[in-house]
């Protein structure tokens, strides 16, 4: 079975808390082996025979039954994940900055009105770069204080 690579959106972060030895339990019980979980970030790593969008449906599914958290997953494979590292258009700023820059992972290609909107509400110096089913973001005054929608 192909080892993949689950990330889950906004997790833990305010109310969404999640409990990872549970969200690991409940995938473990569901089937898919070989389950890890990185600190509290919600990301997941397992072997599974599923892929891609059929993969993100049914973690979704499973979480929002189990933990009744309805959340956004995004599953990619190693070579995929390497293929984001090695396009990122940043590269010289996060080497220097990598808390700085952010992969918003997508399931599409923003559309030009969403690019659009981005660029409208983003600050002097933030970048924001299409990616394969991916956004870079380049945040130089931290995400803190941006204002990007």
């Known amino acids: 079975m192909p080892r993949q690579i689950a990330l889950l959106r906004g997790v833990n972060l305010g109310k969404r808390q999640v409990v990872m030895s549970e969200l690991r339990g409940l995938v473990e019980g569901a089937g898919?082996?070989?389950?890890?979980?990185?600190?509290?970030?919600?990301?997941?790593?397992?072997?599974?025979k599923q892929k891609g969008a059929k993969l993100?449906?049914?973690?979704?599914?499973?979480?929002?039954?189990?933990?009744g958290l309805k959340t956004d997953v995004f599953v990619r494979n190693g070579a995929e994940l390497d293929a984001i590292i090695a396009t990122n258009p940043?590269?010289?700023?996060?080497?220097?900055?990598?808390?700085?820059?952010?992969?918003?992972?997508?399931?599409?290609?923003?559309?030009?009105?969403?690019?659009?909107a981005m660029q409208r509400t983003s600050l002097a110096g933030e970048e924001i770069s299409q990616g394969e089913r991916c956004l870079y973001i380049k945040f130089p005054q931290g995400q803190g204080p941006s204002k990007l929608k």
């Open 32 to 48: 898919y082996s070989n389950v890890r979980t990185l600190i509290a970030s919600g990301n997941l790593i397992l072997d599974a």
């Open 56 to 67: 993100e449906a049914a973690l979704e599914k499973l979480i929002l039954d189990g933990l």
């Open 90 to 116: 940043f590269k010289a700023f996060t080497k220097a900055n990598a808390t700085f820059t952010v992969v918003n992972f997508m399931r599409a290609p923003a559309t030009a009105d969403e690019m659009a």
